[in-house]
């Protein structure tokens, strides 16, 4: 364990991303800008000002370092004259050489960003059980959602290629299909999912409920009824069948409205109610 410290330094950037190599001038030399507004991007928008005086795992802090060095680069490509060198991309240092063509660049661009996203996707993995992180604002924003990341988008969402910014771009769409997933199984139920992943604290009973959530999402979001009516029944079926492991849902009005029973005529009763 280390307090949080964002020492990035050449040796660093290169180790992170591969494809900066050490051309004259480096690729590290111009990217002081963009590392500093990453940085800041990732402290404020994913650390949060709770965690940012606390204790990480080295992997954590690793992965901190690693995706702002890609992110930084990745902001970066559009304003360097990149050269394919044999180790990789470097930067254009005088007139006689070409910069690399522009479907290179787009393709490395692509690839940076993805690797990006998978950082940060991991950065939040090693958060979640953090005990300041996950009750913290940053962490209700960024895990609010059973897709909190790019690659369950990719999974179980139907979109193979899908980066960070579809997952915004579609967290409309996902917040509709998992209002649906919510009228059946509570709110309260789904609240806690999210806070148990959060908290890396979800037991057995819940992690299959996660992923047959995350099953039905899916299929709501591509408009697969037939296969989407067909989850749904096997989560209310599970739920039903391990109630002793969702007491949230038992003691939710979803389930309250399942197991009403109306008023039983005695023979009796003065006033018969029909």
């Not at 709770?50 to 490509?77: M, Y």
């Not at 787009?106 to 992180?133: F, Y």
Request: charged share 25%; hydrophobic share 40%; aromatic share 8%.
């Amino acid at each position: 364990m280390q307090m949080i410290t964002i020492d990035i330094n050449q040796e660093k950037f290169e180790k992170y991303v591969s494809a900066a190599t050490d051309a004259e001038p480096t690729i590290f030399d111009m990217l002081g800008d963009y590392i500093t507004v990453a940085t800041n991007d990732f402290v404020n928008d994913v650390l949060g000002a709770d965690i940012q005086n606390t204790d990480l795992e080295d992997k954590v802090t690793e992965e901190l370092e690693r995706g702002i060095c890609l992110c930084a680069f990745a902001s970066a490509i559009p304003e360097l004259d990149l050269v394919l060198t044999d180790n990789g991309f470097g930067v254009v240092s005088n007139s006689n050489v070409a910069p690399a063509s522009a479907d290179r660049v787009d393709k490395l661009r692509v690839q940076v960003i993805r690797l990006g996203d998978e950082s940060i996707d991991r950065l939040i993995d090693g958060l979640c059980g953090n005990a300041k992180w996950y009750c913290s604002a940053n962490a209700r924003l960024l895990v609010s959602s059973v897709y909190y990341k790019s690659d369950i988008l990719r999974k179980y969402g139907g979109v193979p290629d899908a980066t960070r910014a579809d997952l915004r771009k579609m967290r409309p769409v996902i917040s509709a299909a998992e209002s649906q997933i919510i009228r059946h199984i509570s709110r309260i139920q789904f609240k806690r999912i999210c806070e148990g992943i959060r908290m890396n604290n979800l037991t057995n009973e819940e992690n299959t409920l996660l992923y047959m959530i995350r099953k039905a999402v899916g299929f709501i979001m591509n408009k697969d009824v037939l296969s989407s009516d067909t989850v749904i029944a096997d989560i209310e079926n599970y739920l039903e069948g391990n109630i002793d492991s969702f007491s949230e849902y038992k003691t939710s009005d979803a389930y309250q409205v399942k197991h009403f029973e109306t008023y039983a005529n005695d023979k009796d009763d003065t006033t018969y109610f029909f």
